[in-house]
């Protein structure tokens, strides 16, 4: 099964983390974060990130971060070798859950579905009025919630 490491400004690694653990909660083995302060030296999150890559006990993962050509993702990059670990850069709560799903298929196709996750799950969302009611010229903010 394939294992799953955010690497993320902090503290979004961690907090993606316990999103899936509140989903998921049999999954902690298999999710791991490391969130990076402002003030750590790019080397010495790149030392923490190959222990816990080692620690994770996985020959396949996938490494997720948050934004492209920051410190998190110029990390990862010099971690995976993209073949027994790949890494995604954008991360999203669709893209992390679809993936935690989907860890056991192989790598590649994990790939795939943490995109599909990620670009499925940002959409727009029409408004509509309370139990699909229109509303009228004269209605009030304030008594929206009297229905």
Known sequence: MNG??????????SAFRQCVLHVFP??????????VPPNMPPEETLAQARIILAQ?????????TDVFGATPCN???KLVDGVN?????????????RTVSYRH????A???????????????????????????KNDQDQHEHQQ
């Open 4 to 13: 799953i490491f955010i690497i993320a400004h902090a503290p979004l690694a």
């Open 26 to 35: 049999d999954n902690a083995a298999g999710v791991v974060a490391l969130d």
């Open 56 to 64: 994770m006990g996985t020959s396949h993962a996938l490494v997720l």
């Open 75 to 77: 990390v990862a990059q």
């Open 85 to 97: 670990t790949k890494l995604i850069t954008g991360i999203n709560l669709p893209m992390l859950l």
């Open 105 to 108: 298929e192989p790598l590649d």
């Open 110 to 136: 994990l790939v795939t579905r943490a995109l599909v996750g990620a670009t499925q799950g940002v959409m727009q969302v029409a408004i509509t009025a309370p139990q699909n009611q229109v509303r009228r």
